[in-house]
């Protein structure tokens, strides 16, 4: 059995498979992100390597430079790929002169030791062994110049790279003093060593698909930053032209009170414009500041804070006299807003929204129900609340999808939540219930 498994055929075809896999999952990698520098050459080095096991095992051995010297010299060549892969990928210049130094090495060295010792395998391991642990220090170099990857994934590249440095060692230490006069039928130690130092390169395909992963992952949300950087920047910068425009409005309309009803009307029409825009930034900056502003909770009564907040005469309250709960009053704002905001422009201007809160099993319970357009089909359901979703029949009325989203975040804070339900006779249900944490504070 042991035999059978240290057969270097075997060794050599498990191999081939092994890379064929990485090949495969590389290439997959490089055609959902095509524009990802390296992907490609990393795939391509592993591929390198399943051509140079498969001439390894294929050539006769009547044909020694054919066979031999061909195998390794590719198998040295996908060494040599996988450090222009990783470089490119990492955002670094690749190492040319080393991996010169390694293709010419590889390219001479083995014929010239084929030909001039051709019954002493142990130079040529050593060479290979010599020539992978070059690979492994240029590694090492490429890792300590990188910033992005997290230190963690460090530490597992070193230890790989540790490792195969010593099975390097080892086999090149066994073939001197385990020697076997025929390289591609190594005696039981060199075998060992050899299956040692394969899954140490095997190995390489599992932590490139990890570095693959984490680089790709952290690129993503450095640009997600980034584009989140600029959208707040823009909606710091819109709030001053709005600004101007609204008191151009006003004054339009106070000072030169212009006799026109047409030209009233079309005053009456920016100012509600430019209202719906300042609504709309404000949502947005509020979506994105949810985790920077530190929360100052406090006991409150909650009964006069949202009658100060239901400002509208189409909305009917149902309150107790008195709701006490501890909580930060600019976040409950900011839900019940968004609640009741929804509510009324969702719905006919003549149309009533009925708000009541009451406590519940412990629990606070705030209910806004409307007549208005409806919650749509049960598959546009169960998408609201999600970022910048809005459903089909929303279109028509201004808006970025932002409201419900975060009222159901900021709602999170208190073990609360949020559920959306068709009213009977048309028009939507929206409830709010919040742990009773706050409660007993």
């Known amino acids: 059995m042991l035999t059978a498994m240290l057969n270097i055929q075997t060794i050599y075809a498990g191999t081939a498979y092994a890379d064929a896999m990485s090949f495969l999952y590389g290439l997959m990698l490089w055609r959902s992100c095509p524009s990802a520098s390296g992907i490609l050459t990393l795939a391509l080095s592993f591929a390198v390597r399943v051509a140079g096991m498969v001439v390894l095992l294929a050539m006769p051995q009547e044909w020694p430079l054919a066979g031999i010297g061909l195998g390794n010299v590719l198998v040295v060549a996908s060494l040599v790929l996988l450090l222009e892969g990783f470089s490119r990928f990492l955002g670094q210049s690749p190492p040319r002169r080393v991996q010169a130094f390694m293709m010419s090495a590889a390219m001479l060295g083995w014929p010239y030791l084929l030909s001039a010792w051709p019954n002493i395998p142990a130079l040529r391991i050593t060479l290979y062994s010599f020539l992978l642990i070059v690979f492994c220090a240029?590694?090492?170099?490429?890792?300590?110049?990188?910033?992005?990857?997290?230190?963690?994934?460090?530490?597992?590249?070193?230890?790989?790279?540790?490792?195969?440095?010593?099975?390097?060692?080892?086999?090149?230490?066994?073939?001197?003093?385990?020697?076997?006069?025929?390289?591609?039928?190594?005696?039981?130690?060199?075998?060992?060593?050899?299956?040692?130092?394969?899954?140490?390169?095997?190995?390489?395909?599992?932590?490139?698909?990890?570095?693959?992963?984490?680089?790709?992952?952290?690129?993503?949300l450095a640009r997600i930053e980034e584009e989140r950087a600029r959208l707040l920047m823009l909606s710091h910068e819109l709030r001053t032209p709005l600004a101007i425009v609204s008191r151009s409005s006003e004054l339009l309309e106070t000072v030169d009170r212009p006799s026109d009803p047409a030209m009233m009307q079309r005053i009456r029409h920016i100012r509600a414009a430019v209202a719906r825009m300042n609504e709309l930034v404000t949502r947005f900056l509020n979506a994105d500041r949810l985790d920077e502003e530190d929360e100052i909770r406090e006991r409150f009564d909650l009964v006069p804070e949202l009658k100060g907040l239901a400002n509208s005469p189409r909305i009917l309250l149902n309150m107790p006299e008195t709701l006490v709960y501890s909580a930060d009053r600019k976040v409950i704002g900011i839900i019940v807003s968004n609640l009741i905001g929804n509510a009324l422009k969702y719905a006919p201007d003549d149309s009533p929204v009925h708000v009541s809160l009451r406590k519940v099993d412990g629990l606070v319970q705030l209910t806004v129900e409307d007549r208005g357009i409806g919650l749509g089909t049960d598959e546009e359901r169960a998408q609201l609340g999600k970022k910048f979703f809005r459903a089909p029949n929303a279109l028509s009325t201004a808006g970025m999808g932002l409201g419900l989203y975060t009222a159901r975040r900021l709602a999170a804070r208190y073990g609360g939540i949020i559920t959306l339900e068709p009213r009977d006779g048309g028009g939507a249900v929206a409830t709010l219930t919040l742990g009773g944490g706050g409660l007993g504070a």
Not at 141 to 150: G, H
Not at 167 to 190: E, G, H
Request: aromatic share 12%.
């Open 138 to 220: 240029q590694m090492v170099r490429i890792f300590q110049r990188d910033e992005a990857l997290p230190t963690a994934l460090h530490k597992v590249m070193y230890a790989w790279i540790g490792l195969a440095v010593a099975t390097a060692i080892t086999r090149a230490y066994a073939a001197w003093f385990f020697p076997s006069q025929d390289a591609l039928a190594p005696n039981v130690v060199q075998s060992i060593a050899l299956l040692f130092q394969i899954l140490t390169v095997l190995f390489l395909g599992l932590t490139t698909a990890v570095v693959v992963g984490a680089r790709g992952r952290w690129e993503l």
